[in-house]
C-alpha cells in the first residue's frame, strides 16, 4: 500500500509540479514577479477540496458521467490556457506592465486549473482510508513521500532550465509545455470515450508488455507526457494533434513577431 500511494501522489503531483516549474522559468527570464504562485497554488487547492468534495453529486451529472466528463473538460480548459500563454509569451516582445499582469492571469489559471483537476485525485483517495487507520497511516506517509519526490523533481526541472542559455530557455520550455499540454489532451479523448461522449474504437499498437501503464516507468511517463499503452486513434489524434497545434502556432507567433520587427 505504500509503495502505491507514493505513485499514485507522485503520478498526479509530478504534471502539475512540471508546470509550475516551467511557468516560473519563463517568469524569471520576462522579469515577472512570482506572486502570482501563491494565489495559482491557493485557488487550486480550495478549488479540489470543494470539487472532492461534492464528487458524489457531479458523478451524476450527465446522465452518470458526470465526473469524466468534468475532468475532460478540466483538461481541455488547462491544454487551451497553455496554448493561449504560449503563444502570447512567445508574441510578446515587450514587458510591459500590462503584458505582465496578462501573462501572470494567465498563469495563475492554468496552475489552478491543473492542480483542482490532479490535487481532486489525491483528496479522493486519501479519503478513502479515512475510516481505517491501520491502512491509512502508511497510505498518507507514502502519499507524502510521492508529494516530495514530484515537488523535488519539479524544483529540478526549474533550475535546469535557469542554468541553460537564455536565449535556449523558451524553446525548450515550450517543448516541456506542448508534451504535458499533449498528455492533457489525450486523457480528456480517454475520458470522453469513457463517458461515451466519443467512440471506442481498436487500439492502434499495445506497448504494455514491454512498458505496462501501472509501472513505475509507465506512471511516470504518463504524468510526463501522457503515456497511453494501448491508444485508440482519437485519442493518438488528440495527443499528437495537440502537441503539433501548440507547437506551430508558437512558431507562427515567434515568425509574425519577427517580420514586424524586422519591417
Known amino acids: ?57 457531479v458523478s451524476d451529472w450527465f446522465d452518470g458521467v458526470g465526473q469524466e466528463v468534468i475532468n475532460a473538460l478540466l483538461q481541455i480548459s488547462v491544454y487551451v490556457c497553455l496554448v493561449i500563454f504560449a503563444v502570447y509569451f512567445a508574441a510578446t516582445h515587450k514587458a510591459d506592465d500590462a503584458n505582465k499582469q496578462r501573462l501572470q492571469a494567465l498563469m495563475t489559471v492554468v496552475v489552478s486549473l491543473a492542480i483542482v483537476r490532479e490535487g481532486s485525485e489525491i483528496f479522493l483517495y486519501l479519503s478513502g482510508f479515512v475510516g481505517d487507520m491501520t491502512q491509512f497511516t502508511p497510505i498518507l506517509t507514502g502519499g507524502l513521500v510521492g508529494a516530495g519526490i514530484g515537488i523535488s523533481a519539479g524544483a529540478l526541472v526549474y533550475y ?47 506497448s504494455s508488455q514491454w512498458l505496462p501503464e501501472d509501472s513505475v516507468s509507465g506512471q511516470l511517463l504518463y504524468a510526463l507526457i501522457g503515456y497511453e499503452a494501448s491508444p485508440t486513434p482519437v485519442q493518438a489524434a488528440a495527443y499528437f494533434g495537440g502537441f503539433l497545434l501548440l507547437l506551430g502556432l508558437v512558431a507562427l507567433s515567434r515568425y509574425r513577431r519577427k517580420s514586424h520587427a524586422d519591417g
Not at 507514493?6 to 515577472?32: M, N
Not at 541553460?164 to 470515450?193: C, E, F, H, N, W
Request: net charge neutral; aromatic share 6%.
Open 1 to 57: 500500500m505504500l509503495l502505491t500511494s507514493v505513485i499514485i501522489v507522485l503520478r498526479e503531483v509530478l504534471e502539475a509540479a512540471l508546470i509550475i516549474s516551467v511557468l516560473l522559468a519563463l517568469s524569471r527570464i520576462a522579469g515577472i514577479r512570482l506572486n502570482w504562485v501563491r494565489w495559482a497554488i491557493g485557488l487550486g487547492v480550495l478549488g479540489s477540496v470543494i470539487y472532492a468534495s461534492n464528487t458524489a453529486i
Open 160 to 206: 535546469l532550465l535557469l542554468n541553460l542559455k537564455r536565449d535556449i530557455i523558451p524553446y525548450l520550455s515550450t517543448v516541456l509545455l506542448a508534451s504535458v499540454a499533449a498528455g492533457m489532451a489525450g486523457q480528456a479523448a480517454l475520458l470522453l470515450i469513457q463517458a461515451d461522449w466519443l467512440p471506442s474504437q481498436q487500439a492502434l499498437w499495445d
